[in-house]
């Protein structure tokens, strides 16, 4: 049997164990933990502590929570999670404030929403109770199409189920009374995360950050065999440091990695940091799915 032989029976294999896999259900361990150490940025775009010291008032009254945002993969537009800091009173409203507004630190994400009032929510239930803001909300906005409107909806449960840190559904309301979000019904569920989540995703470094030295490097994917490669490219977008992490699984969901990575060789300036998937078909297949974030080196 030929090399090329036995790769194409691997991945096929791999292909039927995936679905065999997603087709039981979403997950209900997913990595939504807030961050453990690294910096979120609020939505003013300044840097603050993911775990805030109790000296701090200001800290004190901001939490992190996981926003999920929309941006394109090799399999189409898939969700994007970015921790964010939002008010600690009342962190369910900031985090459909920036869901809906679409304000990514991130260029590279969108928001599926429609402008305008963010609905309110009630995470502290189960199941989670949404609050739509008017009688719009029910029906699909002009220009959205149904696959737009069905990953919007995990855009919301997604979000607001990283904020409850529960997978819990999601109830749609109006005025007190049952209603559809976009005609997609009343009460709605995640969807197994290999299905609408990019299969590679960076938490630390965030968009913006400065590094030094050495810095660490983590984040999720589900990828061949768990490997995770990396890369730092220059402005210019030539590689000038690369390596790989290793997740601690592969196929039915995404998993965390973690690396550390040196850049203590790089000359001080601008650089993108990239993880991606890793690509055992050498380029036949659909290409690997990427997620990048720019970086300072000082």
Do not use: H
């Not at 453990?36 to 992190?64: C, H, I, N, Q």
């Not at 394109?72 to 008010?87: H, I, M, N, S």
């Not at 909300?137 to 189920?161: H, K, N």
């Not at 940091?273 to 799915?289: H, K, L, R």
């Amino acid at each position: 049997m030929s090399a090329r032989t036995r790769l194409v029976a691997l991945l096929s294999v791999a292909a039927l164990g995936l679905v065999a896999v997603a087709g039981c259900g979403s997950d209900t361990t997913a990595e939504d933990q807030r961050p453990a150490s690294g910096s979120t940025k609020d939505a003013g775009g300044s840097t603050e502590p993911s775990e805030p010291s109790e000296s701090s008032d200001d800290a004190a009254d901001t939490v992190a929570v996981p926003i999920y945002f929309v941006g394109d993969t090799p399999q189409g537009p898939r969700l994007y999670r970015e921790f964010r800091q939002v008010p600690a009173g009342d962190p369910a409203a900031g985090a459909l404030a920036l869901l809906t507004s679409g304000e990514a630190l991130d260029p590279d994400y969108r928001t599926l929403f429609p402008g305008g009032d963010a609905p309110s929510a009630q995470v502290d239930a189960d199941p989670i109770v949404v609050s739509l803001p008017d009688e719009s909300w029910t029906t699909m906005p002009d220009g959205m199409s149904e696959d737009d409107a069905r990953l919007a909806a995990q855009q919301l449960v997604y979000t607001l189920q990283g904020v409850a840190q529960a997978r819990s559904a999601v109830e749609v309301q109006l005025d007190g009374a049952p209603a559809d979000l976009f005609g997609l019904g009343g009460e709605l569920s995640d969807e197994p995360e290999i299905d609408v989540r990019a299969l590679v995703n960076v938490t630390t470094p965030e968009e913006g950050a400065t590094v030094s030295s050495t810095f660490t490097a983590s984040g999720v994917s589900s990828s061949f065999e768990a490997t995770t490669p990396w890369e730092i490219r220059s402005g210019e977008g030539t590689v000038v440091a690369k390596g790989f992490a290793t997740a601690e699984g592969w196929m039915d969901k995404l998993y965390p990695w973690e690396t550390e990575v040196d850049v203590s060789d790089l000359e001080p300036g601008t650089y993108t940091f990239v993880a991606m998937t890793d690509d055992p078909s050498g380029g036949e297949g659909t290409g690997p799915t990427e997620d990048s974030k720019t970086i300072t080196v000082q």
